[in-house]
């Protein structure tokens, strides 16, 4: 049979694409081609010769189409058409396209031109927003990112874009297990002067007021297409599917390596990520959390240049509190298939957070409160709210109605808990700042979240610790009881007046009590400040050759200065100068001993230490503790036994204890 030369050629390409399938599919230790375990994602008329991942050598890619189809593909990230190719940067298929490791090859995103744009300038009226530039390095690590369509005869495109992020060699190996994530867009989505959301912009100079930075422009108008990958420890992709980023922050989009959030919407492809980003984030029922709506990649906000952990370290030291606390880990971000740095995986909250860990029925139940402004709700809703927290402020809180109000308002220990947190690490980005409550609208009967109080989500904790003061507590503005009893902010206002009632001064002491010697005992927090550290020291050396950054060491030990000095800070000269009405001082502060033949099985106040034996704690005084037994399987409790004080009820599961000096409570259980 004779065959023109298209055909021919048609029966060639499809020949090589298959070729390149059945040997992609070997195993990677035989040095062949390896393969992610995702099925490919092709139209049915469009073949991809390779799917994305981490080949460990050069290779050469075959697209394919239907004859009478043209194909046209970019390098760039950009979504190719015809009228681009030929622009260097987009071209029309017509041979298999050589993927090699590109290391050495020049910038195509990182370049100098383009990072001058993504900085603040020196005559921005905010001046102290503006971050110190840093150029991007001659060449920065790179992947080879391949975007490409169909267009048929009638000079229509055909099916969907179709994207593939590849690695070549070792260009993995420096990162460890970190999941590596490719986020690939237009680079017109980022670098246009009136569309693009990483620069400056056009005539933008100002930091805030009508003629905004690109990058401070926030909501769904500046959101943009992007494609997300995600290879996982074992570099296999499990995650590949489109998506959308917004730039997130708010003094850290000054800095060159900016912050996203990621969403996953219909008209991306799917609303949903359904994987397990987090190892440790669960629903509220305890179980993993493996649906995701959107989630951010954070670039360390103030801590962008000193450590990047901070705020994932306090977050980890809190997660047993009655308020919302991220999740978080490190990856590495490629951008357009150029090496971007270390950014933190994060929950994001939003009422679809709410929703899909199951803390409410329904998102459209869902009223969230963020800072300044109504973040999930309509205006019936902040024209109801505001007035409200206002008058709060202003109320006497000595007069019991006025207390009974507050509490109507608000889950009194998620209120807190939040509050003795922020207090504890100092966080100078707060009161009036990073502040986020949320209720449903309404009751919803069976749900224990569903009652309609405020509850608190702890975001942004990094800049606290003495964070520029070298983990200093006696730096000037380092005590935040001062700043939060001078403060102007609603915030701030209501604590205050709250701090005058005896019932809330009480509970408080005693949970700060319960924080300083579980959730900040030192030397379990040194323990996970280090385990932290060695996760990330790796990884910080490129990232600070990419960005800039401080010595990581030092500042892991100005955290640990800060933990280590605010202890008797906190309990000798702040509680006591601020609750000495309690009959608080520091010389009857006192050791409280638990102990139990069985482990983990007594809860003090408001917290469940760890401890096999005995555990022991530091307690003012004048001040009881409330003990809870939790009877451990196969036993029964058989009451207290106290020395050095006097329960309440010997008898009951909880107690009240009274003591004057050092004491020990002892849980009795038998067996059944």
Wanted: a neutral charge; charged letters at 20%.
């Amino acid at each position: 049979m004779k065959m023109n030369k298209n055909t021919i050629k048609v029966i060639f390409s499809l020949c090589l694409a298959l070729c390149c399938l059945f040997f992609s599919c070997k195993d990677p230790e035989e040095n062949i081609l390896y393969i992610a375990s995702q099925p490919e994602l092709y139209t049915s008329r469009f073949i991809v010769s390779h799917k994305s991942g981490l080949y460990p050598s050069s290779f050469f890619l075959s697209l394919y189409a239907p004859e009478g189809s043209k194909i046209y593909y970019s390098i760039d990230g950009s979504i190719p058409t015809a009228s681009k190719a030929g622009n260097g940067r987009v071209f029309r298929y017509t041979n298999p396209i050589p993927v090699k490791n590109r290391n050495n090859e020049p910038n195509l995103l990182a370049t100098n031109a383009n990072t001058t744009q993504f900085y603040g300038v020196s005559n921005d009226p905010r001046g102290h927003m503006q971050l110190p530039y840093y150029p991007s390095p001659t060449q920065v690590p790179k992947a080879t990112v391949i975007r490409a369509i169909e267009v048929g005869s009638n000079g229509r495109q055909i099916g969907d874009v179709v994207t593939r992020t590849y690695f070549i060699g070792n260009n993995l190996s420096e990162y460890g297990s970190h999941p590596v994530i490719s986020l690939v867009t237009d680079p017109y989505n980022l670098l246009d002067v009136n569309y693009g959301i990483y620069v400056r912009g056009a005539a933008h100079n100002r930091w805030d007021g009508p003629n905004q930075y690109n990058f401070r422009l926030n909501g769904r108008d500046r959101e943009r297409e992007t494609f997300f990958e995600l290879f996982d420890s074992s570099r296999r992709v499990a995650v590949s599917q489109g998506s959308g980023i917004r730039i997130r922050g708010g003094w850290s989009r000054s800095h060159g390596q900016k912050s996203f959030n990621v969403y996953f919407r219909s008209e991306y492809g799917t609303s949903d990520l359904n994987y397990r980003l987090l190892p440790d984030a669960v629903n509220e029922d305890g179980t993993p959390t493996t649906r995701y709506r959107d989630f951010i990649l954070r670039n360390g906000g103030n801590d962008v240049q000193e450590t990047k952990l901070r705020d994932v370290f306090i977050q980890s030291l809190l997660k047993d509190r009655a308020f919302h606390t991220q999740g978080g880990i490190p990856s590495i971000v490629y951008l357009n298939g150029e090496y971007w740095g270390v950014y933190n995986i994060q929950e994001r909250y939003s009422d679809r957070y709410i929703e899909y860990k199951g803390y409410a029925n329904s998102r459209d139940n869902v009223i969230m409160f963020q800072t300044w402004e109504m973040d999930e709700g309509t205006e019936a809703d902040w024209n109801t709210l505001q007035p409200q927290i206002e008058a709060l402020a202003n109320l006497d809180m000595t007069i019991p109605a006025n207390y009974n109000t507050f509490l109507s308002m608000f889950d009194l220990q998620s209120y807190i808990d939040y509050f003795a947190a922020q207090i504890y690490i100092h966080n100078q980005d707060w009161p009036q700042n990073n502040f986020r409550i949320w209720r449903v609208r309404s009751i919803e009967p069976g749900n224990p979240y569903g009652d309609g109080k405020w509850r608190f989500m702890m975001y942004d904790t990094e800049f606290s610790m003495g964070i520029y003061a070298g983990g200093s507590i006696s730096a000037e503005g380092q005590n935040t009881f001062k700043r939060i009893t001078e403060h102007y902010h609603h915030n701030a206002r209501i604590f205050t007046k709250l701090m005058q009632n005896t019932d809330f001064a009480k509970q408080f002491v005693t949970t700060m009590m319960d924080l300083y010697n579980v959730n900040f005992n030192y030397s379990s927090n040194v323990a996970e400040l280090d385990r932290l550290a060695a996760i990330y020291r790796p990884i910080m050396q490129a990232q600070n050759a990419r960005w800039g950054g401080w010595n990581f060491d030092s500042n892991i030990q100005n955290m640990k200065t800060y933990l280590n000095n605010i202890r008797s800070a906190m309990t000798n000269n702040y509680l006591p100068a601020h609750f000495g009405s309690l009959g608080i001082n520091a010389s009857n502060l006192v050791n409280v001993t638990l102990a139990s033949s069985r482990p983990d099985s007594i809860k003090i106040n408001t917290t469940t230490p760890r401890f096999n034996g005995s555990w022991t704690g530091r307690y003012y005084s004048a001040l009881p503790v409330t003990v809870t037994a939790i009877i451990p399987d196969g036993y029964n409790f058989d009451g207290w036994t106290v020395s050095g004080g006097t329960p309440v009820s010997p008898a009951s599961l909880t107690t009240v204890v009274n003591f004057s000096g050092n004491v020990t409570i002892t849980a009795n259980y038998s067996l059944k």
